[in-house]
């Protein structure tokens, strides 16, 4: 899987349609929803632009070429975790899973990560 942590704390927050048209910076994801658009950004990014922050996450990038159709790869992924503990939002892109898991667990979940990898 190559785990790879990144170094930049992320925040997920949701803001209206409006505020995101005006937004002056790409974030990392969106996602639109009833509610507002839902966006994936840096703590710092979220700082500079006075966006509402209620918790800081880390980010995982498994580095292995996964299929959007796999069965089962994120779910045993999901499962370790879960047992560690730690929660998790995962998203996946078209090449790569990438895990969001709470700032203060992120060496926690990095190892849990690799015991899978080499049990």
């Not at 942590?5 to 937004?23: G, M, N, T, W």
């Not at 667990?105 to 690799?114: H, K």
Request: one cysteine or more; charged letters at 15%; aromatic letters at 10%.
């Amino acid at each position: 899987m190559h785990p790879v942590l990144h170094e930049s704390p992320y925040v997920f927050c949701s803001i209206d349609q409006l505020a995101f048209r005006k937004l002056p910076f790409e974030p990392l994801a969106t996602f639109w929803e009833e509610e507002g658009v839902t966006l994936v950004t840096t703590q710092e990014q979220a700082s500079k632009n006075s966006l509402p922050v209620h918790k800081v996450w880390a980010c995982i990038t498994l580095t292995v070429h996964s299929s959007l159709s796999a069965v089962g790869f994120l779910a045993s992924i999901t499962s370790a975790l879960a047992r560690a503990g730690i929660c998790v939002n995962p998203i996946s892109a078209y090449y790569h899973d990438h895990l969001f898991v709470p700032w203060e667990s992120r060496r926690q979940a990095m190892g849990a990560i690799q015991e899978l990898s080499h049990p």
